[in-house]
């Protein structure tokens, strides 16, 4: 659609303006309130600024054999362009840059030929796009490293004991058939304590463990003290320990369908006893469904970046994911 183009002749908006119109352009519904000689109006759905953002007009009139242009205009604009972002008009003729002119300094043209006394010379400075109150990527990746609350977790690599797994891009873990899934790199300085959340299934009556893991290496040590809560039927029952055992009995018997655990984890990666504690919810062949609250912690004070889900008889195929709350 076309739109109509006034101009400012220093008392009023009129469709036919003066020969030599300046700038800046005000793109708006309505005519400006404090336009200044020469301004330009075009009559559009909104605002669109321009001016010292993405396209400067700078106005000069030349005097007798002048050859070079810089400094303020007639609109006491200072010329300011990027090289190679600008266009050069001479009396409404587009210059050939490189054949005509020279711009390669930011605050000077040169022409190849003088100029007469009052030619009237404008240059069009392209510039980059400034928004204002906007943040740049890095900035909103800073913003929202540093804001409260939970982080998805991408682990540096897995491991399977037999069957299949990967980690995807978001961090979730995928894997199936496995005896064991080991999560390497998900532990680290950024946070002290995580979350655990974990999707089971299997095909036979599985009980899965999870040892913490270090380097690679799980610790398969007797360094886990475990304690439970576990209601099955009608019946509870708890449980304390009686001896250290070679990993934490976090995650529980499991059967086909889908069985749940969520499970916090606390000071991991720090030299620290590591404690950890939450609920599965599984089904159990012999029960309709099981619902354990378990507690443990490590004897040792070792740093861990990671940790394996081992599964006592058959496999199991599921997905975890693991998050670090702000500190």
Same mark, same amino acid.
Not at 11 to 36: D, H, N
């Given at each position: 659609?076309?739109?109509?183009?006034?101009?400012?002749?220093?008392?009023?908006?009129?469709?036919?303006?003066?020969?030599?119109?300046?700038?800046?352009?005000?793109?708006?519904?309505?005519?400006?309130?404090?336009?200044?000689?020469?301004?330009?109006?075009?009559?559009?759905?909104?605002?669109?600024?321009?001016?010292?953002?993405?396209?400067?007009?700078?106005?000069?009139?030349?005097?007798?054999?002048?050859?070079?242009?810089?400094?303020?205009?007639?609109?006491?604009?200072?010329?300011?362009?990027?090289?190679? *972002?600008? @266009?050069? $008009?001479? /009396?409404?003729?587009?210059?050939?840059?490189?054949?005509?002119? #020279?711009?390669?300094?930011? !605050? =000077?043209?040169?022409?190849?030929?003088?100029?007469?006394?009052?030619?009237?010379?404008?240059?069009?400075?392209?510039?980059?796009?400034?928004?204002?109150?906007?943040?740049?990527?890095?900035?909103?990746?800073?913003?929202?490293?540093?804001?409260?609350?939970?982080?998805?977790?991408?682990?540096?690599?897995?491991?399977?004991?037999?069957?299949?797994?990967?980690?995807?891009?978001?961090?979730?873990?995928?894997?199936?058939?496995?005896?064991?899934?080991?999560?390497?790199?998900?532990?680290?300085?950024?946070?002290?304590?995580?979350?655990?959340?974990?999707?089971?299934?299997?095909?036979?009556?599985?009980?899965?463990?999870?040892?913490?893991?270090?380097?690679?290496?799980?610790? *398969?040590? @007797?360094? $886990?003290? /475990?304690?439970?809560?576990?209601?099955?039927?009608?019946?509870? #029952?708890?449980?304390?320990? !009686? =001896?250290?055992?070679?990993?934490?009995?976090?995650?529980?018997?499991?059967?086909?369908?889908?069985?749940?655990?969520?499970?916090?984890?606390?000071?991991?990666?720090?030299?620290?006893?590591?404690?950890?504690?939450?609920?599965?919810?599984?089904?159990?062949?012999?029960?309709?469904?099981?619902?354990?609250?378990?507690?443990?912690?490590?004897?040792?004070?070792?740093?861990?970046?990671?940790?394996?889900?081992?599964?006592?008889?058959?496999?199991?195929?599921?997905?975890?994911?693991?998050?670090?709350?702000?500190?």
């Amino acid at each position: 659609m076309t739109k109509p183009l006034y101009f400012y002749n220093g008392s009023s908006f009129e469709l036919v303006g003066p020969t030599t119109p300046q700038s800046p352009i005000a793109y708006q519904t309505s005519a400006p309130t404090a336009p200044a000689t020469g301004d330009i109006w075009i009559d559009s759905d909104g605002d669109v600024d321009t001016y010292n953002r993405q396209l400067t007009r700078y106005y000069f009139v030349a005097t007798a054999s002048q050859t070079t242009i810089t400094g303020a205009d007639a609109n006491n604009l200072t010329l300011a362009y990027v090289a190679g *972002s600008e @266009a050069v $008009y001479v /009396n409404g003729a587009l210059q050939v840059r490189g054949q005509d002119y #020279t711009a390669t300094n930011g !605050t =000077s043209v040169v022409m190849t030929s003088a100029l007469a006394v009052n030619d009237v010379v404008e240059i069009f400075a392209y510039t980059a796009f400034t928004v204002a109150n906007a943040y740049t990527k890095s900035e909103t990746d800073s913003v929202a490293a540093a804001a409260a609350g939970s982080r998805l977790i991408v682990p540096t690599s897995v491991a399977v004991g037999s069957g299949s797994g990967s980690v995807g891009t978001s961090g979730a873990v995928t894997f199936s058939g496995a005896s064991s899934i080991s999560l390497n790199g998900c532990f680290s300085s950024a946070y002290d304590n995580y979350k655990i959340l974990l999707e089971l299934t299997g095909s036979t009556n599985n009980v899965a463990t999870m040892r913490m893991r270090v380097g690679g290496v799980d610790n *398969s040590s @007797a360094n $886990y003290w /475990n304690n439970r809560v576990y209601g099955q039927a009608t019946s509870v #029952t708890s449980q304390g320990p !009686t =001896s250290a055992d070679t990993s934490f009995s976090a995650v529980g018997e499991f059967d086909a369908g889908i069985n749940t655990c969520n499970y916090d984890i606390f000071s991991p990666f720090k030299t620290q006893v590591t404690s950890i504690q939450g609920v599965t919810q599984f089904r159990y062949t012999g029960f309709y469904q099981h619902s354990h609250l378990k507690t443990g912690q490590t004897t040792v004070t070792t740093s861990y970046d990671g940790f394996t889900l081992i599964v006592n008889t058959g496999t199991m195929s599921g997905t975890v994911r693991v998050y670090g709350y702000k500190n």
